[in-house]
C-alpha cells in the first residue's frame, strides 16, 4: 500500500479514477488492518498482492483469480475481504458488470451470517463505482445505506474508509452539514486507531468545510490539528496540505502576519518534498508538494468555491471561483479546470441574482466540458446548476438542466454496460480460441504417438471420442454459464429500471414516472394533482430525518388509499410534496368530493418516534386538457393552485381556474411595482405604541412598515409576503431597521424619552448571509445605544433551523440588543427549544388574545404562556388589545406589556411624537 494517499480535503481536485483508486487503497488498508484478519494467511496474501501491484488493477485480477477458491471455501471475514478487492479491481477497468456480481455476493454474505461490515462494503463500493461514472446523487443515496451498517461494528479501519466515503460524496453533492458529520466520526475512528496520518487526513477535510460555513476559529482549530497529526505520522505532503489550509483561513480572518508565517512554513515544507520549489515565486503553489496528491493551486481554491456555493456564501463563491479561473488560465490553462472555474463564477453569479451574466458563464463552461468529451464532469457541473437553480426558486431551468442531466446518465449508463458486454465478449472469444488451440495440440499429439508407437485403431477411435466427450462437456459448460449470465444482466437491468422511476423513502414511482406516464396517456382525458405538506422542514428541523421519512411513509400510506379508490396512482415529486394522476370524473362536484377526502383522511394525528404530530396538506388541482392544451401546461396550473392553497390556513385544495392565472399576473405586476418602490421613496413607517399594563404608560413603539404607492396606500398582508417570496423583503428590511433606529435616535436627541422600538424582522432577511453585517451598519450608523432597540423574529422562523438561529440570536444579544419571538403559539415549536433561546420578551398571538371572556380554553393557553415566560425569565406583551376587558384580564394574570387599538393605533412618525409629547406631559 502507498502511504502519500492524497487528504480528503482536496477529494475534488482528482481525475475521478485517480482518486476513487486512492480512496480504494484506503479501504483496502482498513479491511486488512482488523484483528481478526492480521493473522489470516489469505489476508496476507491479498495484501501483499496489493501493496506490490496496487497501481495495475489488471495486474490485480490476474493475481487474485487463483485466490477465489480458497476465499470460498474459508467463507465469512475471508471471502469479505476477496470480494471487496475483487470487485474494486475490476472497477477500476471499467468491467462493471463484475463489480455488481461481488457487490450482490456481499449482500448475500452480510444477510445470511449477519455480518455487518459486509453490508457496509457492499453499500459503499457500489456508492464508489457510482461516483466514478459521475452519478453523484446516486452514489450518495447509497453511501447513506451503509452508514447504519458501519455503526453496528466496532471494525475502526471500516469505519474510517466508509465516513470519508461518505463525507466526501457529501460534499460533492451539496450536503455540508453531514459531510461535516462524517468527517468528524473519520476522525473519531482515527483517534480510536492511534492513526496520525488518517487523523491528519480527517480534519484537513473539516478545515475547508468550516471555512465555507463561517467558522473561523473551527477552521483554524481543524487545520492546526491536521498539522500536528501530520507531522506526528511524518507525512511532509499532510503538513504541507494543513499549512495551505490554514493561510487560508487566516486570509479569511484577516490576520495577514499569521497567513504569512503559515505561508512561509508552507514553502519550507514544499522545498523539502521537491527542492526545485525553493526557487519558485512567492505564492506557494501546492501542485509543487507531490505529484500524487495535488494537480494545480487554482484547482485548491475551485475547491473552496464549491464549498462556497454549497453552503450559500455566494459572494465568497464568487471571489474564489475568479481566483481559480485566473490560476487555470496562468497555469497552463488547462481546459477541464478553466471550464469549471467558469461554471463556479457564473452559479455564484446566479446567487448574487445577476441571472444573465450567470448563466452566459455557466453555459460557456458547459459548452467547454461538452466539446471536451468530459462527460462525467458535465454530468456533475449539470446537477450543480439544477441544484442552484431549484434553491433560487427557478423550478422550469432546474428542470430544464435536470432532463439533460438524466439524458447523460442514460448514456454514460448504456456506454458502461456495452463496454462491460463487449469486454466479457472478447475475453469468452479469446479463451474459446485457446481452447480449441489446445484441442488441435492435443490431437496432433495423439496422431504422432500413434505414428511412433504404432497403436491400434481402436486406442485412437477411443482417445478421439474421449476428446469429443470433453468438447461436448465444456460446450454444455459456457452454454449454461452464458445463460446464468444472461439472467444475472437481465434482473440487473430489470433493478436500474425500477430503481430510476421510484422513490426510495416511500417506494412510490417517481417525478420521471409520473411524467412518462402523462406521455403515455395521450390525449385520454385525466385530472393532475399536486399535493404539499405544510411546514415539513419544521418538523424535520424539530425531529430530524429518520423521523421525517418515517412520517413521509406515513403521509404516503393514506394518500395512496385515496388516490388508488379514485382509480389513480400516487407519485413522489421531490422532498415534500407528491403528485397524483386519476381518471377524469363526471363533474367539479366529484372532484371537490375527491379533494374532500384527501383532506380528511389527514386529520387523525401520526404518531412518530412516540410523538403525535398533526399535517395539514395544500393541494392544487387541474384537468387535461380542460385547463391546458399541453401537460405542461396542465403542470403550471397545478403548480398556481397549489400555491393559492399554501396561502390558505390549515389543510386546503384548490381547484385550477382562469381567475389564478389573472391573479398570477397581477403579482407579477405588483412584483415590479414593489422592486422600484424603494428607489421611489414610496415606502413610510408607522409606529404603534406599547403600554406597560402596571402603570399604563408608554413602554416603546412597534415599528410598521407601510407602502404609499400612487394608487394610494396598499395592505401590507398583500405585498409583504410578496417581497418575501421574490427576496426584495431583505433590502426593504435593510431599509426598515436602518429607519427605526435613527428615528430612536432622534427621539431620544428630543429629550421627550427613551422608549424601545421594536422592530420586526422576516424569515427570509434573519436567514441572509449579511443579516449580522446589516444589524451592525445601522446600529453604528444611526449611533443609538442597542439596549433600547427590540428585535422581533417570527417562531417559524426560528425553527426552520433551530441550531443554526440559536447561534445567530446569541450573537446579537452579545451586541446588546433586545430580542422578542413575534406571534407566539401559531408555529410548530418545542419547549425544548424556547428554553434554549436567547429570548427578552414573547408576545402572544393577537388569536389568542381576542376571545378572552369569552373562551375559557383560550383564556388557560394566555395565562399559561404568560406563567411559562416568566418562568424562563422572559417579559411577555399581548398584542390585540382592543377592549377594557381584555386589558383587565391580562393585568390580573400580570401580564407586562399590552398592544393594540384600545391603547393607540399605528400612526406616522409625526404623530408618534405628538403622542410621546403627551405622554411626557401627562407624566
Given at each position: 500500500?502507498?502511504?502519500?494517499?492524497?487528504?480528503?480535503?482536496?477529494?475534488?481536485?482528482?481525475?475521478?479514477?485517480?482518486?476513487?483508486?486512492?480512496?480504494?487503497?484506503?479501504?483496502?488498508?482498513?479491511?486488512?488492518?482488523?484483528?481478526g484478519?492480521?493473522?489470516?494467511?489469505?489476508?496476507?496474501?491479498?495484501?501483499?498482492?496489493?501493496?506490490?501491484?496496487?497501481?495495475?488493477?489488471?495486474?490485480?485480477?490476474?493475481?487474485?483469480?487463483?485466490?477465489?477458491?480458497?476465499?470460498?471455501?474459508?467463507?465469512?471475514?475471508?471471502?469479505?475481504?476477496?470480494?471487496?478487492?475483487?470487485?474494486?479491481?475490476?472497477?477500476?477497468?471499467?468491467?462493471?458488470?463484475?463489480?455488481?456480481?461481488?457487490?450482490?455476493?456481499?449482500?448475500?454474505?452480510?444477510?445470511?451470517?449477519?455480518?455487518?461490515?459486509?453490508?457496509?462494503?457492499?453499500?459503499?463500493?457500489?456508492?464508489?463505482?457510482?461516483?466514478?461514472?459521475?452519478?453523484?446523487?446516486?452514489?450518495?443515496?447509497?453511501?447513506?445505506?451503509?452508514?447504519?451498517?458501519?455503526?453496528?461494528?466496532?471494525?475502526?479501519?471500516?469505519?474510517?474508509?466508509?465516513?470519508?466515503?461518505?463525507?466526501?460524496?457529501?460534499?460533492?453533492?451539496?450536503?455540508?452539514q453531514?459531510?461535516?458529520?462524517?468527517?468528524?466520526?473519520?476522525?473519531?475512528?482515527?483517534?480510536?486507531?492511534?492513526n496520525?496520518?488518517?487523523?491528519?487526513?480527517?480534519?484537513?477535510?473539516?478545515?475547508?468545510?468550516?471555512?465555507?460555513?463561517?467558522?473561523?476559529?473551527?477552521?483554524?482549530?481543524?487545520?492546526?490539528?491536521?498539522?500536528?497529526?501530520?507531522?506526528?505520522?511524518?507525512?511532509?505532503?499532510?503538513?504541507?496540505?494543513?499549512?495551505?489550509m490554514?493561510?487560508?483561513?487566516?486570509?479569511?480572518?484577516?490576520?495577514?502576519?499569521?497567513?504569512?508565517?503559515?505561508?512561509?512554513?508552507?514553502?519550507?515544507?514544499a522545498?523539502?518534498?521537491?527542492?526545485?520549489?525553493?526557487?519558485?515565486?512567492?505564492?506557494?503553489?501546492?501542485?509543487?508538494?507531490?505529484?500524487?496528491?495535488?494537480?494545480?493551486?487554482?484547482?485548491?481554491?475551485?475547491?473552496?468555491?464549491?464549498?462556497?456555493?454549497?453552503?450559500?456564501?455566494?459572494?465568497?463563491?464568487?471571489?474564489?471561483?475568479?481566483?481559480?479561473?485566473?490560476?487555470?488560465?496562468q497555469?497552463?490553462?488547462?481546459?477541464?479546470?478553466?471550464?469549471?472555474?467558469?461554471?463556479?463564477?457564473?452559479?455564484?453569479?446566479?446567487?448574487?441574482?445577476?441571472?444573465?451574466?450567470?448563466?452566459?458563464?455557466?453555459?460557456?463552461?458547459?459548452?467547454?466540458?461538452?466539446k471536451?468529451?468530459?462527460?462525467?464532469?458535465?454530468?456533475e457541473?449539470?446537477n450543480?446548476?439544477?441544484?442552484?437553480?431549484?434553491?433560487?426558486?427557478?423550478?422550469?431551468?432546474?428542470?430544464?438542466?435536470?432532463?439533460?442531466?438524466?439524458?447523460?446518465?442514460?448514456?454514460?449508463?448504456?456506454?458502461?454496460?456495452?463496454?462491460?458486454?463487449?469486454?466479457?465478449?472478447?475475453?469468452?472469444?479469446?479463451?474459446?480460441?485457446?481452447?480449441?488451440?489446445?484441442?488441435?495440440?492435443?490431437?496432433?499429439?495423439?496422431?504422432?504417438?500413434?505414428?511412433?508407437?504404432?497403436r491400434?485403431?481402436?486406442?485412437?477411435?477411443?482417445?478421439?471420442?474421449?476428446?469429443?466427450?470433453?468438447?461436448?462437456?465444456?460446450?454444455?459448460?459456457?452454454?449454461?454459464r452464458?445463460?446464468?449470465?444472461?439472467?444475472?444482466?437481465?434482473a440487473?437491468?430489470?433493478?436500474?429500471?425500477?430503481?430510476?422511476?421510484?422513490?426510495?423513502?416511500?417506494?412510490?414511482?417517481?417525478?420521471?414516472?409520473?411524467?412518462?406516464?402523462?406521455?403515455?396517456l395521450?390525449?385520454?382525458?385525466?385530472?393532475?394533482?399536486?399535493?404539499?405538506?405544510?411546514?415539513?422542514?419544521?418538523?424535520?428541523?424539530?425531529?430530524?430525518?429518520?423521523?421525517?421519512?418515517?412520517?413521509?411513509?406515513?403521509?404516503?400510506?393514506?394518500?395512496?388509499?385515496?388516490v388508488?379508490?379514485?382509480?389513480?396512482?400516487?407519485?413522489?415529486?421531490?422532498g415534500?410534496?407528491?403528485?397524483?394522476?386519476?381518471?377524469?370524473?363526471?363533474?367539479?362536484?366529484?372532484?371537490?368530493?375527491?379533494?374532500?377526502?384527501?383532506?380528511?383522511?389527514?386529520?387523525?394525528?401520526?404518531?412518530?418516534?412516540?410523538?403525535?404530530?398533526?399535517?395539514?396538506?395544500?393541494?392544487?388541482?387541474?384537468?387535461?386538457?380542460?385547463?391546458?392544451?399541453?401537460?405542461?401546461?396542465?403542470?403550471?396550473?397545478?403548480?398556481?393552485?397549489?400555491?393559492?392553497?399554501?396561502?390558505?390556513?390549515?389543510n386546503?385544495?384548490?381547484?385550477?381556474?382562469?381567475?389564478?392565472?389573472?391573479?398570477?399576473q397581477?403579482?407579477?405586476?405588483?412584483?415590479?411595482?414593489?422592486?422600484?418602490a424603494?428607489?421611489?421613496?414610496?415606502?413610510?413607517?408607522?409606529?404603534?405604541?406599547?403600554c406597560?399594563?402596571?402603570?399604563?404608560?408608554?413602554?416603546?413603539?412597534?415599528?410598521?412598515?407601510?407602502?404609499?404607492?400612487?394608487?394610494?396606500?396598499?395592505?401590507?398582508?398583500?405585498?409583504?409576503?410578496?417581497?418575501?417570496?421574490?427576496?426584495?423583503?431583505?433590502?426593504?428590511?435593510?431599509?426598515?431597521?436602518?429607519?427605526?433606529?435613527?428615528?430612536?435616535?432622534?427621539?431620544?436627541?428630543?429629550?421627550?424619552?427613551?422608549?424601545?422600538?421594536?422592530?420586526?424582522?422576516?424569515?427570509?432577511?434573519?436567514?441572509?448571509?449579511?443579516?449580522?453585517?446589516?444589524?451592525?451598519?445601522?446600529?453604528?450608523?444611526?449611533?443609538?445605544?442597542?439596549?433600547?432597540?427590540?428585535?422581533?423574529?417570527?417562531?417559524?422562523?426560528?425553527?426552520?433551523?433551530?441550531?443554526?438561529?440559536?447561534?445567530?440570536?446569541?450573537e446579537?444579544?452579545?451586541?446588546?440588543?433586545?430580542?422578542?419571538?413575534?406571534d407566539?403559539?401559531?408555529?410548530?415549536?418545542?419547549?425544548?427549544?424556547?428554553?434554549?433561546?436567547?429570548?427578552?420578551?414573547?408576545?402572544?398571538?393577537?388569536?389568542?388574545?381576542?376571545?378572552?371572556?369569552?373562551?375559557?380554553?383560550?383564556?388557560?393557553?394566555?395565562?399559561?404562556?404568560?406563567?411559562?415566560?416568566?418562568?424562563?425569565?422572559?417579559?411577555?406583551?399581548?398584542?390585540?388589545?382592543?377592549?377594557?376587558?381584555?386589558?383587565?384580564?391580562?393585568?390580573?394574570?400580570?401580564?407586562?406589556?399590552?398592544?393594540?387599538?384600545?391603547?393607540?393605533?399605528?400612526?406616522?412618525?409625526?404623530?408618534?411624537?405628538?403622542?410621546?409629547?403627551?405622554?411626557?406631559?401627562?407624566?
Amino acid at each position: 500500500m502507498r502511504s502519500s494517499g492524497p487528504p480528503p480535503v482536496f477529494g475534488s481536485i482528482f481525475r475521478p479514477a485517480a482518486r476513487l483508486w486512492l480512496l480504494g487503497c484506503v479501504w483496502l488498508l482498513a479491511l486488512f488492518g482488523q484483528p481478526g484478519l492480521a493473522a489470516s494467511t489469505l489476508a496476507q496474501q491479498i495484501e501483499a498482492i496489493e501493496a506490490s501491484h496496487g497501481n495495475a488493477p489488471p495486474e490485480v485480477v490476474a493475481r487474485l483469480r487463483p485466490l477465489e477458491a480458497q476465499a470460498r471455501a474459508l467463507g465469512g471475514d475471508n471471502l469479505r475481504v476477496f470480494l471487496a478487492a475483487w470487485g474494486y479491481a475490476h472497477g477500476m477497468t471499467n468491467q462493471y458488470t463484475v463489480v455488481d456480481a461481488a457487490t450482490a455476493e456481499l449482500i448475500d454474505l452480510g444477510e445470511r451470517e449477519g455480518n455487518a461490515a459486509a453490508m457496509a462494503s457492499a453499500f459503499a463500493l457500489r456508492a464508489t463505482m457510482l461516483q466514478l461514472s459521475g452519478r453523484l446523487n446516486a452514489a450518495y443515496g447509497w453511501v447513506e445505506e451503509s452508514l447504519p451498517w458501519v455503526e453496528k461494528t466496532r471494525d475502526e479501519p471500516l469505519r474510517y474508509w466508509v465516513f470519508m466515503t461518505a463525507g466526501n460524496l457529501s460534499l460533492a453533492t451539496g450536503h455540508l452539514q453531514e459531510g461535516l458529520r462524517a468527517y468528524a466520526a473519520a476522525s473519531r475512528s482515527a483517534l480510536a486507531q492511534a492513526n496520525p496520518r488518517r487523523g491528519a487526513q480527517a480534519h484537513n477535510a473539516l478545515a475547508p468545510i468550516r471555512l465555507a460555513l463561517r467558522d473561523i476559529e473551527g477552521a483554524r482549530a481543524d487545520a492546526q490539528q491536521a498539522s500536528r497529526l501530520a507531522e506526528a505520522a511524518g507525512s511532509l505532503p499532510l503538513q504541507l496540505a494543513a499549512k495551505l489550509m490554514e493561510s487560508l483561513v487566516e486570509e479569511e480572518a484577516g490576520r495577514d502576519p499569521a497567513r504569512d508565517q503559515a505561508q512561509q512554513q508552507a514553502r519550507r515544507l514544499a522545498a523539502s518534498i521537491d527542492p526545485a520549489v525553493a526557487a519558485s515565486a512567492a505564492a506557494v503553489n501546492p501542485a509543487s508538494g507531490s505529484t500524487t496528491w495535488l494537480n494545480s493551486q487554482a484547482e485548491v481554491v475551485q475547491e473552496l468555491a464549491g464549498l462556497h456555493l454549497s453552503a450559500g456564501n455566494f459572494a465568497a463563491a464568487h471571489g474564489y471561483a475568479e481566483r481559480a479561473l485566473s490560476l487555470a488560465r496562468q497555469e497552463g490553462g488547462d481546459e477541464d479546470a478553466v471550464a469549471v472555474a467558469t461554471i463556479s463564477s457564473g452559479l455564484a453569479r446566479l446567487g448574487l441574482r445577476q441571472t444573465a451574466a450567470g448563466e452566459r458563464l455557466v453555459n460557456e463552461g458547459l459548452a467547454m466540458l461538452e466539446k471536451q468529451g468530459r462527460k462525467v464532469r458535465l454530468l456533475e457541473q449539470l446537477n450543480r446548476h439544477a441544484d442552484l437553480l431549484e434553491a433560487l426558486g427557478d423550478a422550469a431551468g432546474a428542470l430544464r438542466q435536470s432532463r439533460r442531466a438524466l439524458a447523460l446518465e442514460a448514456e454514460l449508463v448504456r456506454s458502461d454496460r456495452v463496454s462491460t458486454v463487449l469486454e466479457l465478449q472478447r475475453r469468452s472469444s479469446f479463451e474459446q480460441n485457446q481452447r480449441a488451440m489446445d484441442s488441435l495440440k492435443h490431437d496432433n499429439e495423439l496422431q504422432a504417438s500413434q505414428l511412433q508407437r504404432h497403436r491400434s485403431e481402436r486406442q485412437l477411435t477411443l482417445g478421439l471420442a474421449f476428446a469429443m466427450l470433453v468438447v461436448v462437456l465444456l460446450t454444455v459448460a459456457l452454454y449454461r454459464r452464458a445463460r446464468k449470465a444472461n439472467s444475472a444482466l437481465q434482473a440487473h437491468n430489470a433493478e436500474l429500471a425500477h430503481v430510476g422511476l421510484h422513490d426510495r423513502v416511500t417506494g412510490l414511482p417517481n417525478r420521471r414516472a409520473l411524467e412518462q406516464r402523462a406521455r403515455e396517456l395521450g390525449n385520454e382525458r385525466f385530472i393532475g394533482l399536486g399535493i404539499a405538506i405544510n411546514r415539513f422542514s419544521r418538523i424535520m428541523g424539530s425531529l430530524g430525518h429518520a423521523a421525517g421519512d418515517d412520517l413521509l411513509c406515513q403521509v404516503a400510506a393514506r394518500l395512496r388509499s385515496v388516490v388508488e379508490g379514485a382509480g389513480g396512482r400516487l407519485y413522489r415529486m421531490d422532498g415534500l410534496s407528491f403528485g397524483a394522476i386519476v381518471p377524469a370524473l363526471a363533474d367539479d362536484a366529484e372532484l371537490r368530493g375527491l379533494l374532500d377526502q384527501l383532506l380528511l383522511v389527514m386529520q387523525p394525528v401520526f404518531e412518530v418516534q412516540r410523538q403525535q404530530l398533526a399535517v395539514t396538506l395544500s393541494i392544487g388541482a387541474a384537468e387535461y386538457p380542460r385547463h391546458g392544451a399541453q401537460t405542461s401546461d396542465i403542470a403550471k396550473a397545478i403548480q398556481l393552485a397549489m400555491r393559492q392553497a399554501q396561502g390558505l390556513p390549515g389543510n386546503s385544495a384548490v381547484v385550477f381556474t382562469q381567475g389564478l392565472l389573472d391573479d398570477q399576473q397581477d403579482r407579477l405586476q405588483l412584483e415590479a411595482r414593489l422592486s422600484q418602490a424603494l428607489e421611489r421613496g414610496e415606502f413610510e413607517l408607522f409606529y404603534q405604541a406599547q403600554c406597560d399594563l402596571s402603570t399604563r404608560k408608554l413602554s416603546g413603539f412597534e415599528a410598521l412598515l407601510r407602502w404609499r404607492s400612487p394608487d394610494g396606500l396598499i395592505p401590507p398582508d398583500r405585498f409583504i409576503p410578496l417581497a418575501e417570496e421574490s427576496g426584495l423583503i431583505v433590502p426593504i428590511g435593510r431599509w426598515v431597521l436602518q429607519q427605526a433606529c435613527r428615528q430612536a435616535r432622534a427621539w431620544h436627541d428630543s429629550g421627550l424619552g427613551k422608549p424601545i422600538v421594536a422592530i420586526n424582522i422576516s424569515p427570509r432577511q434573519f436567514q441572509h448571509p449579511e443579516f449580522m453585517a446589516t444589524v451592525r451598519e445601522a446600529l453604528d450608523s444611526a449611533g443609538i445605544d442597542p439596549h433600547f432597540i427590540e428585535l422581533e423574529i417570527t417562531e417559524g422562523a426560528m425553527m426552520d433551523d433551530a441550531e443554526s438561529t440559536i447561534a445567530k440570536m446569541a450573537e446579537l444579544r452579545a451586541l446588546g440588543l433586545h430580542l422578542a419571538i413575534d406571534d407566539f403559539g401559531t408555529g410548530y415549536s418545542s419547549l425544548a427549544y424556547l428554553k434554549r433561546f436567547p429570548i427578552n420578551r414573547l408576545k402572544i398571538d393577537r388569536a389568542f388574545v381576542r376571545d378572552l371572556g369569552q373562551d375559557e380554553g383560550g383564556a388557560a393557553i394566555v395565562q399559561a404562556m404568560i406563567q411559562l415566560s416568566h418562568s424562563l425569565g422572559m417579559t411577555v406583551v399581548a398584542e390585540g388589545v382592543e377592549d377594557a376587558a381584555q386589558e383587565a384580564c391580562l393585568r390580573g394574570w400580570q401580564c407586562d406589556v399590552m398592544q393594540g387599538f384600545g391603547y393607540a393605533r399605528p400612526v406616522p412618525v409625526a404623530d408618534a411624537t405628538a403622542f410621546m409629547e403627551r405622554c411626557s406631559r401627562e407624566a
